[in-house]
């Protein structure tokens, strides 16, 4: 069939306008690109001439590399030669077809050599064509085509590896020998994060330490190091030791060291203390390994450097911080509520009226948070004062109030001992187990060769007094949090595995065990937890405090990743609902701070699975009407049969027994209430959900708190789930919220938490006043003070509220502002186990809030868990040390920390700095720097917590 008159009018129309447009292409080239134009053109030709001599040839192939080498063109243009050239690509492919078989090598090299660049910009769908002449060419011209012709071969090369994976021919190792040979290039031409990129793919990270030097390796370790969050098991781990090596071998021991921690090896970290016998230096690695409360045990005989890791002088420079910063004024719990701010209407006098022995307990942990490791108090200063304020509460609140004094001397063990010695005499049981409590508290983080809480509480911990047991197991939970005390483990596992031990004795010691060996994977403890679970009552699994045994199992798996299978698996052995809750808070707690996005969309998804009831509800919805009926007929009728025959009896029997049953039932009134209390401890805590769910968001937390776009994105799905979760899933949202911003108060999410707090559910508002607390921990926070103390007239009128308010306070204003909460250390590239443990109890007591934190029982062990928050405590301090660690003044610049990963030249890693003298505190995200006088020199590569100085020796000061 012909073409219609309008079609035929079209083709040639379009023909035109092609034709047009080519005569205005060659209308505007210049005189010069005209000039190159042909004289690439007759290049081409005389190549494709059969029958002249090779050397002709390869006179005429080095015109055509020089004219592409010389080309000068904006980045954004295709160069010029390359652009005339590449309408002749496929004759050239066709040159070379025919060059390969009856031309010499060192011809088909060279065009071999300019096909692969031409191929850069010719589309060849997928071939690969510069890579695949470039393996065909020589590697000794490759740096001559330049940095873009670099990074597309890079590609290209990565791309091919993919593919090639596998095959049983040499291509994978051709190409890892032609990366290798990239590799050398982008170092030297300041294209490190390239470099780091073209090796991961070739799964080559391990062999960049030969060919970085002194000017790359810290902007190749820096790259690696932020890459990290982002990269998937086992590259992360890989990307570590690469950078730990390169490190070591060019003696930035600080650094190496950080790295150590981070990949939690001992065995790494005593390779850095190896490489130097520098006294000095080793006392600086000490103090980096007290601040990750780490329990390494140096491998000299220098007494001196072991006491820098047990942070045993830590008191003295705590207290020369809070000198400098004129703090060591004792304040009390007025000077945070500030009531006379508070509505008149609703005045301090008329809070403690409410609940007065509550109130006064609340006071007492404001005021040992208030005066946190100051070692003086106005609140219980004096033997009288304190007496009449023990008193003043009661049941396990005189034991909380006397174990606020191992608070107030944290750190300071002499004194700490001291003082709580008159106290484990007392002939009130809840008073000498404060002091157990307190003797615990003030050892915490602190060892020393004596060990005098292990010997001070061990003959209680099989006391017959439950409180004694209790207080004397959570004391050597904080007091050896993270030390791996074997000592403590052979105290404490008996009373775990013993199945006539009361449950919750058995779940505080599985608990005080996960924290002494958290992140250790401890086979003896393990296997005692979960045997126990597989013989404990089915009943004794749905007490409330088996959660704290579930979780000291997590603890002792913390960060250890895919370490956790084999546990898993055992724990399928165990027919019970806890089953279920065991694997998350195993999964979370082995995740923790990695940012592992396949656990959050797991964790995700179990959030979102409903109950058996409501997705029965949802099937019978979207049954059809007719169906409905059917089914409620049919279980009409089967109801109406079986009730005929007792409802007659029942009617008959119903004179004769009134009576009876009334007397019965007056009678078994005290017993019926026993029961319902009982009923109460073993309930679980699903009301609209099951427990596993609320871990499932504290998981969220854990895990996303390692990589800070996914904190941001954590936010947002916390705010989902808020909205369709059920009621124990939003009682764990605002805990989330508290974990993943503690110490760091953005406004976003404590207006959000501010929010909450107004929730109809109390339980859910409670939660989030504690978060409010503790993402302004040691803060001050002047905004979230305000809306405490706003929230303390809000709910003047409910105890149990108004108690969390003052808890939020005095965490607000821990240490007055000079401590932290902030599990995170080095400049936030390292994260404590042990802190994060701490903040991670506490968040799982809350999740049932009535039932621990608030409970006014005499017999439980409540609000002392609250206590578990201290191994998490530490001063967020910058104090410099001379060479005989006498603290010494120093000038620094503090600002907001910068990210200057792949940056050029040398930018500044601060802004906004103000210069300060040492001591100096350092709030979330600020770093400092030495003023830049040549002075000193620092013996850490990041300027936080204890920092030796050293003098400089070359140093002149200037006139």
């Known amino acids: ?18 034709d047009k447009k080519k005569q205005k292409d060659e209308e505007e080239l210049s005189e010069e690109d005209q000039h190159l134009k042909d004289e690439l053109e007759m290049l081409v030709e005389r190549l494709n001439e059969p029958g002249q001599q090779d050397n002709l040839y ?82 000794d011209t490759i740096a001559d085509w330049g940095h873009e012709y670099m990074r597309h071969l890079a590609l290209e090369i990565g791309e091919a590896y993919q593919e090639q994976l596998g095959s049983e021919d040499d291509s994978v190792d051709r190409l890892v020998q032609l990366s290798l040979k990239i590799v050398p290039f982008f170092l030297k031409h300041n294209a490190e994060a390239d470099a780091v ?155 403690g009226s409410i609940d007065s022995a509550k109130q006064n307990l609340a006071g007492a ?74 003797i615990g508290i003030v050892s915490s983080n602190v060892h020393d060769d004596v060990e005098a809480a292990f010997a001070l509480l061990q003959e209680y911990v099989t006391d017959p007094t439950k409180m004694f047991q209790t207080a004397a197991i959570n004391g050597l939970g904080i007091a050896y949090a993270g030390s791996s005390n074997e000592d403590v483990m052979g105290l404490l596992l008996p009373m775990v595995s013993d199945t006539d031990v009361p449950i919750e004795v058995s779940s505080l010691a599985a608990l005080a065990l996960g924290h002494v060996f958290v992140g250790t994977c401890h086979g003896d403890i393990t296997s005692s937890i979960l045997q126990t679970l597989l013989e404990r009552d089915v009943s004794e699994l749905t007490n409330k405090y088996t959660r704290f045994m579930s979780l000291g199992l997590g603890l002792l798996y913390m960060g250890k990743t895919e370490q956790v299978e084999d546990v898993l698996e055992t724990i399928e052995a165990i027919e019970h609902p806890i089953s279920k809750t065991l694997k998350v808070l195993v999964n979370i707690c082995a995740y923790a701070g990695t940012g592992n996005v396949l656990q959050i969309q797991s964790l995700l998804q179990m959030c979102a699975a409903k109950q058996q009831d409501t997705a029965a509800e949802e099937a019978k919805l979207a049954q059809s009407e007719e169906d409905q009926l059917k089914e409620e007929a049919s279980g009409e009728a089967a109801t109406a049969t079986e009730t005929d025959g007792t409802t007659n009896a029942a009617t008959n029997a119903e004179p004769e027994s009134m009576d009876v049953e009334m007397e019965d039932a007056e009678a078994t009134s005290p017993k019926k209430e026993e029961e319902e209390d009982k009923q109460e401890d073993t309930e679980p805590d699903s009301e609209d959900g099951e427990l596993y769910q609320a871990f499932a968001v504290l998981g969220l937390a854990c895990i996303a708190m390692g990589e800070e776009i996914g904190q941001d994105m954590s936010l947002r799905h916390f705010s989902h789930l808020m909205h369709y979760g059920n009621a124990l899933i939003k009682r764990a949202v605002p805990l989330a919220m508290g974990l993943v911003s503690a110490s760091n108060p953005q406004m976003k999410v404590f207006d959000t938490l501010s929010r909450y707090s107004h929730d109809p559910d109390l ?58 909460l902030s599990p995170f ?60 660690l006498n603290p010494i003044k120093v000038n620094v610049r503090v600002g907001q920390a910068v990210d200057v990963v792949g940056q050029a030249g040398k930018p500044k890693t601060i802004t906004g700095w103000v210069t300060q003298s040492t001591p100096v505190l350092l709030n979330y995200g600020e770093r400092a720097e030495l003023e830049s006088t040549d002075e000193y020199t620092a013996l850490s590569h990041s300027l936080e917590g204890i920092v030796i100085l050293k003098k400089n020796p070359d140093y002149v000061e200037e006139e």
Not at 782 to 801: H, N, P
Not at 834 to 841: G, H, I, K, Q, R
């Open 1 to 18: 069939m012909s073409p219609s008159k309008d079609e035929r009018k079209d083709s040639v129309s379009t023909a035109s306008k092609e």
């Open 58 to 139: 390869s006179k005429y192939l080095d015109s055509l590399k020089t004219f592409i080498k010389e080309s000068t063109t904006s980045m954004t243009a295709v160069p010029k030669p390359l652009k005339f050239l590449m309408p002749h690509y496929p004759l050239l492919t066709e040159i070379y077809d025919k060059w390969s078989g009856d031309k010499s090598s060192n011809l088909v090299l060279q065009l071999a050599d300019v096909l692969s660049v031409l191929a850069m910009t010719y589309s060849d769908d997928g071939k690969k064509d510069s890579l695949k002449y470039r393996l065909l060419a020589s590697d």
């Open 197 to 351: 990129d073209l090796l991961l793919e070739i799964e080559s990270i391990d062999k960049l330490p030969e060919y970085v030097d002194e000017n790359t390796f810290a902007r190749v370790c820096l790259y690696m190091v932020s890459c990290v969050p982002l990269l998937a098991p086992p590259d992360d781990i890989s990307f570590l030791n690469t950078a730990y090596t390169i490190y070591l071998a060019h003696n930035q021991l600080t650094q190496a060291l950080s790295l150590a921690i981070k990949l939690d090896n001992n065995d790494l970290i005593t390779k850095v203390f190896e490489v130097t016998n520098d006294e000095l230096v080793h006392k600086q690695l000490s103090f980096m390994l007290s601040q990750h409360n780490s329990s390494f045990v140096y491998p000299g005989e220098n007494e001196e450097i072991q006491s820098c890791i047990s942070n045993v002088k830590l008191h003295d420079y705590f207290m020369y911080l809070v000198k400098e910063l004129n703090l060591l004024d004792p304040k009390v719990p007025e000077d945070v509520y500030k009531s006379h701010l508070e509505n008149a209407k609703f005045g301090l006098g008329n809070s």
């Open 365 to 438: 942990f404001v005021n040992a948070f208030l005066n946190f490791g100051y070692t003086t108090d106005k609140l219980i200063q004096t033997e009288e004062s304190r007496k009449s304020w023990i008193y003043k509460t009661k049941g396990q609140g005189m034991l909380s109030t006397t174990a606020s004094l191992g608070a107030l001397h944290r750190w300071n063990i002499s004194d700490g001992f001291q003082h709580l010695d008159d106290y484990t005499y007392s002939v009130d049981d809840e008073i000498r187990g404060g002091a157990l409590l307190g």
């Open 763 to 820: 339980e859910v508002a409670q939660n989030a006043i504690y978060a409010m607390g503790l993402v302004g921990a040691g803060t001050n926070n002047a905004r979230l003070a305000q809306l405490l103390r706003q929230l303390a007239s809000y709910y003047i009128k409910s105890a149990d509220s108004l108690f969390m308010v003052r808890i939020a306070q005095g965490i607000l204003h821990l240490g007055k502002g000079t401590l932290s």
């Open 825 to 884: 250390s080095m400049q936030r590239s390292n994260i404590s186990k042990v802190s994060l443990a701490s903040l991670l109890t506490i968040s799982v007591a809350l999740l049932d809030p009535k039932s621990f934190i608030l409970n006014d029982s005499t017999t439980e062990t409540t609000h002392q868990l609250l206590y578990y928050l201290t191994p998490a405590i530490k001063p967020r301090m910058l104090v410099t040390l001379d060479e005989e």
